[in-house]
């Protein structure tokens, strides 16, 4: 079984800065890609920023010059340092996981999802 266990949201202003961290654990061979999502109210869930297992990384354009994602692969770990933020940051954020147990296969799989909220 595999958990991915995110921390680090809140309440900030916005111009502030905020650093969300995900930890996976559990019966993990390799972690692919690992990302970060975000779903505002009644909007869909979209990419935030991905890292791939070598560290190239892909950022959706909103977040492009103020998020930084970055990887631990020894600890499992993915982290999304968020700066400059702005009221439409406001959002659950999902941290993801592409991997490979040693017992179920290749799967996708997600946090329980951590709030940020970015007051003007």
């Known amino acids: 079984q595999v958990q991915l266990v995110e921390s680090g949201g809140g309440l900030v202003q916005a111009g502030g800065s905020l650093r969300l961290s995900c930890a996976a654990s559990g019966s993990i061979f390799r972690i692919n890609a690992m990302g970060w999502y975000r779903q505002a109210p009644g909007k869909q869930r979209e990419l935030v920023a991905a890292?791939?297992?070598?560290?190239?990384?892909n950022y959706a354009d909103f977040v492009k010059g103020r998020f930084t994602i970055s990887r631990d692969n020894a600890k499992n770990t993915v982290s999304l340092q968020m700066n400059s933020l702005k009221p439409e940051d406001t959002a659950v954020y999902y941290c993801?996981?592409?991997?490979?147990?040693?017992?179920?296969?290749?799967?996708?799989?997600w946090g329980q999802g951590t709030q940020v909220t970015v007051s003007s």
């Open positions: 993801n996981a592409n991997l490979l147990t040693y017992n179920s296969g290749r799967g996708d799989y």
């Open positions: 890292i791939g297992i070598g560290g190239s990384t």
